[in-house]
């Protein structure tokens, strides 16, 4: 888990003419993907020095309808972006400080990991592919009916982003039975030898993200209810990386917010409220309402954001131990996501709106930094 702030004083801030991602940081590198803007529709990477904020270099593909932020890892940022010529086709850029490295191309990449010398690429329909972080050449494709060979073999496909650890990797699976139907959830651990386990997940319409930690796997889930209830409650499972077998399961009535902020000594999931888990019972050792989005643990603290009312929102920072909140931060602008971090500094992006004759309008998003 990286450090976190000793304050939440702003050090700098940065405005874009157009909607910004929810930043990446990497090696002292905040990373945005930019959309909009002023003039022709433009899709753009945009890295910044997380001390400064100073722009360090953009990645703009050509030919593509628009890009995404899907990883980073070290130098090496993974763009996966939409075809001009194929609208159907998606193609996973490798780049290394805007430069391409390689590409990688499929029908729809869901979510992308970059894991040292391996790239895991989820491709919906077909399997999680292992991808060579050197060249993009194909390592293996991991699916639990064996190799489908970029063919639709079996109606298994991939619906979460995997998780690493230990030199395994683990990744959710579902039978997709058309219209975004999802049954018969299973999460799957894959090492050398192929298929090292594979453990069924009841009663869920699918696993939502997944996090991998000193030796336990966190599945975070959507429950399954009937259609004539309110909103779905959400589970957080946890299964022995070594086995898959279930440790504990916690449930939070009105769902969970992915992904979950899981370290060796605290687990900290969202949804209702906040709660930090003991990794091994799965018991609360705390929780608090007034703190909405994914949480984020950095140092010793745990991060989220409150709305106080007429759009003004707040960065809050609480006590990992006791969950009290130790400094706060407020905005002039809307405030969607917890902060990441990057050196030390909490780095959060703000939208902001007008108002124009015909209501509301979306004008730029900002970048801040606070330390």
């Known amino acids: 888990m990286p450090d976190g702030p000793d304050s939440l004083e702003e050090q700098w801030r940065i405005r ?10 990497t090696d002292g590198t905040v990373l945005v993907a930019a959309t909009g803007g002023p003039g022709p529709f433009r899709s753009r990477i945009l890295a910044y020095d997380a ?35 194929d609208g159907d086709g998606q193609r996973l850029y490798a780049a290394d400080r805007g430069s ?27 399997s999680v592919v292992a991808l060579d972080a050197a060249d993009g ?8 009916t064996g190799w489908p060979g970029g063919r639709w073999l079996s109606q298994l496909t991939p619906t979460a982003r995997p998780a690493v650890h230990d030199g395994t990797a683990f ?47 966190y599945v975070s889930t959507t429950d399954r209810r009937d259609a004539s209830t309110d909103r779905p409650n959400g589970s957080l499972l946890a299964l022995d990386a070594s086995t898959g077998e279930c440790k504990w399961t916690y449930s939070a009535e009105r769902g969970l917010t992915s992904p979950v902020a899981a370290r060796a000594d605290t687990v900290v999931v969202a949804g209702g409220r906040v709660a930090a888990l003991d990794p091994d ?5 705390w929780e608090r309402n007034g703190l909405f989005g994914p949480p984020i643990v950095a140092g010793d603290r745990a991060y989220g954001r409150q709305t106080d009312g007429d ?32 050196d030390g500094r909490a780095v959060v992006r703000t939208l902001e709106y007008e108002d124009t004759d015909g209501g509301t309008e979306h004008v730029a998003d900002r970048l801040h930094a606070l330390r």
């Open 51 to 85: 001390a400064t904020g100073d722009r360090r270099w953009t990645f703009e593909p050509s030919g593509v309808r628009r890009c995404r932020l899907a990883s980073a890892d070290g130098d090496r940022t993974y763009v996966v972006a939409e075809r001009v010529e």
């Open 100 to 126: 391409v490295a390689w590409t990688f191309e499929a029908g729809r990449i869901t979510s992308v990991v970059g894991a040292g010398p391996t790239v895991l690429a989820c491709v919906r329909h077909g």
């Open 311 to 342: 759009f003004v929102d707040t960065v809050v920072a609480v006590d990992l131990e006791t969950g009290d909140t130790v400094d706060t931060h407020s905005f002039e602008y809307q405030l969607n996501r917890a902060p990441v971090f990057a």
């Open 281 to 285: 019972s799965g018991d609360p050792r």
């Open 137 to 144: 050449g194909t390592l293996a494709r991991l699916h639990p």
């Open 171 to 217: 990744a959710a699976f579902a039978r997709d039975d058309g219209e975004e139907s999802y049954t018969d959830d299973h999460v799957v651990a894959f090492d050398d030898g192929g298929v090292a386990w594979r453990t069924r997940i009841e009663g869920v319409r699918f696993p939502d993200s997944m996090a991998a930690v000193d030796g336990t796997v």
């Open 16 to 25: 874009v003419a157009g909607r910004l991602s929810r930043p990446l940081v």
